[in-house]
Nanobody
């Protein structure tokens, strides 16, 4: 079975940095789009950034210039480097991937990792 596992969340002061990682494993034939979403308390889940199989990237306006998404296809892993963090970046961050296995192509979510920006 396909597994999507995030890591790297935590508590950081405003202006600080964090890097999130997301590893996809299990019966993978190929991975298409990969991305990061976030959900703050009382708010809807929103796209933060995504990256295509050919490394085209897209960012939410709120994080442009501060966050960078990259992927390592050899490791089936996507990263989110977050700089100049603000309290409003506090949320649970979820990894998302379109994964093709021998049986089908499906969209998968990770379990989420908490990012808290606070002094």
């Amino acid at each position: 079975q396909v597994q999507v596992v995030e890591s790297g969340g935590g508590l950081v002061q405003p202006g600080g940095s964090l890097t999130l990682s997301c590893a996809v494993s299990g019966g993978i034939f190929s991975i298409y789009d990969m991305g990061w979403y976030r959900q703050a308390p009382g708010k809807r889940r929103e796209l933060v950034a995504n990256v295509t199989e050919s490394d085209l990237t897209n960012y939410a306006d709120a994080v442009k210039g501060r966050f960078t998404i990259t992927r390592d296809n050899a490791k089936n892993t996507v990263y989110l480097r977050m700089n100049s963090l603000k309290p409003e970046d506090t949320a649970v961050y979820y990894c998302n991937a379109d994964v093709r296995t021998i049986f089908r192509t499906r969209n998968y979510w990770g379990q989420g990792t908490q990012v808290t920006v606070s002094s």
